[in-house]
């Protein structure tokens, strides 16, 4: 691990303001014991969902990445995480069935590689995306299939090596910005831009969905190790974003 990335082990007396973002980072691929572990807490519908997955590599992943989530969860609102129920929104954006300090616990789950990251919130929407850098993504005309003529054209303009870092800065984004607002690939990704150069901030620069947008979301880059972009979005002001390491 790079010593300068911010991700810590959790304090004992964990709290979330509702200033503060907590995003949270595991390692998909978990001992056998482990993985047991995470499975026990899984409902009958999710259990039932890995056994319908045809590679074992993709449905260790599952079990993983959901059995922490449960676990996540679980200990910010008090319960253990096999008594969590989810509801989901008409376009499948899952939800928790319980409040923290009578507000919604906003959270959002995406994992690349062997990395799962986890966003928690409270009172606001949210969403992050992780991705492992596949440098001939940048060059196979992906970009210009579903980004917007200007974010093609500041991508484009950039030295070749550096290609490969905005292609990934600009989908991570537009992938956070989407799953917050919940409302899965109804919003074209082509109709909004975010910033992707590299080492410039994170920034939702303009929607033509909704033109309030860009002052109503707050985008993040996560600092993750190399080889791997992620983003995170917010509704409203982000405040403070804590890093936490998740362990078994």
Same mark, same amino acid.
């Given at each position: 691990? !790079? @010593?300068?990335?911010?991700?810590?082990?959790?304090?004992?007396?964990?709290?979330?303001?509702?200033?503060?973002?907590?995003?949270?980072?595991? $390692?998909?691929?978990?001992?056998?014991?482990?993985?047991?572990?995470?499975?026990?807490?899984?409902?009958?519908?999710?259990?039932?969902?890995?056994?319908?997955?045809?590679?074992?590599?993709?449905?260790?992943?599952?079990?993983?990445?959901?059995? !922490?989530?449960?676990?996540?969860?679980?200990?910010?609102?008090?319960?253990?995480?096999?008594?969590?129920?989810?509801?989901?929104?008409?376009?499948?954006?899952?939800?928790?069935?319980?409040?923290?300090?009578?507000?919604?616990? *906003?959270?959002?789950?995406?994992?690349?590689? *062997?990395?799962?990251?986890?966003?928690?919130?409270?009172?606001?929407?949210?969403?992050?995306?992780?991705?492992?850098?596949?440098?001939?993504?940048? &060059?196979?005309?992906?970009?210009?299939?579903?980004?917007?003529?200007?974010?093609?054209?500041?991508?484009?303009?950039?030295?070749?090596?550096?290609?490969?870092?905005?292609?990934?800065?600009?989908?991570?984004?537009?992938?956070?910005?989407?799953?917050?607002?919940?409302?899965?690939?109804?919003?074209?990704?082509?109709?909004?831009? !975010?910033?992707?150069? @590299?080492?410039?901030?994170?920034?939702? $620069? &303009?929607?033509?969905?909704?033109?309030?947008?860009?002052?109503?979301?707050? $985008?993040?880059?996560?600092?993750?190790?190399?080889?791997?972009?992620?983003?995170?979005?917010?509704?409203?002001?982000? *405040?403070?974003?804590?890093?936490?390491?998740? &362990?078994?």
């Amino acid at each position: 691990m !790079v @010593p300068s990335l911010p991700w810590h082990s959790p304090p004992p007396d964990l709290t979330l303001p509702p200033q503060e973002i907590h995003v949270w980072r595991a $390692l998909l691929h978990q001992p056998a014991k482990h993985l047991e572990r995470l499975e026990r807490v899984l409902s009958m519908d999710e259990r039932a969902k890995a056994s319908r997955f045809r590679f074992e590599h993709n449905r260790k992943d599952y079990i993983v990445a959901r059995g !922490v989530l449960r676990h996540i969860l679980g200990a910010y609102v008090s319960r253990r995480p096999e008594a969590l129920q989810f509801f989901y929104s008409p376009y499948g954006k899952p939800a928790l069935n319980a409040e923290l300090r009578g507000q919604k616990v *906003g959270f959002n789950v995406s994992h690349s590689g *062997g990395y799962a990251l986890y966003a928690i919130a409270i009172g606001r929407e949210i969403g992050i995306d992780v991705e492992r850098v596949r440098p001939e993504a940048a &060059q196979d005309g992906v970009a210009e299939r579903f980004f917007s003529p200007g974010e093609v054209a500041s991508l484009r303009a950039l030295p070749p090596h550096a290609q490969t870092i905005a292609f990934f800065n600009c989908w991570t984004r537009k992938e956070a910005y989407i799953k917050a607002r919940g409302e899965g690939l109804s919003l074209p990704l082509n109709q909004f831009d !975010v910033s992707l150069v @590299p080492g410039e901030p994170a920034r939702l $620069l &303009q929607s033509r969905v909704d033109p309030e947008d860009a002052g109503r979301w707050t $985008l993040h880059a996560i600092p993750l190790e190399h080889g791997y972009v992620a983003a995170l979005a917010a509704e409203g002001p982000a *405040g403070a974003v804590m890093y936490w390491n998740w &362990q078994p």
